[in-house]
């Protein structure tokens, strides 16, 4: 069983930056990929960034390329969600998530096993 939890979320000025965080914890994998994902009211969950954990490689979403960076720390396996220039259009809450099954980067949801909570971000115009 792993446990994802999620931090960093909050209220910010279009403009303005976030970091987000998500600690694992619990079982762990030879290879495997991490990845960002978001939901606004009414809307389906999409896909925002992912990291391949043993390869390095990232991946982003067109919408948020060039202004959100996905990164990692192997010693305390934890994922982070850079996010600067933040539009008012990136609010939603998001969730990290853990594909267990690939190194390879998958975007769509229905491959991530695990899922943290989720949290808030709010950018105001």
């Known amino acids: 069983q792993v446990q994802l939890v999620e931090s960093g979320g909050g209220l910010v000025q279009a403009g303005g930056s976030l970091r987000l965080s998500c600690a694992s914890s619990g079982r762990t994998f030879s290879s495997y990929t991490m990845g960002w994902f978001r939901q606004a009211p009414g809307k389906e969950r999409e896909f925002v960034a992912a990291i391949s954990w043993s390869m390095g490689r990232t991946s982003y979403a067109d919408s948020v390329k060039g202004r959100f960076t996905i990164s990692r720390d192997n010693l305390k396996n934890t994922v982070y969600l850079q996010m600067n220039s933040l539009k008012p259009e990136d609010t939603a809450v998001y969730y990290c998530?853990?594909?267990?099954?690939?190194?390879?980067?998958?975007?769509?949801?229905?491959?991530?096993?695990?899922w943290g909570q989720g949290t808030q971000v709010t950018v105001s115009s």
């Open positions: 998530a853990l594909d267990s099954s690939s190194p390879l980067i998958r975007r769509g949801p229905e491959y991530f096993g695990s």
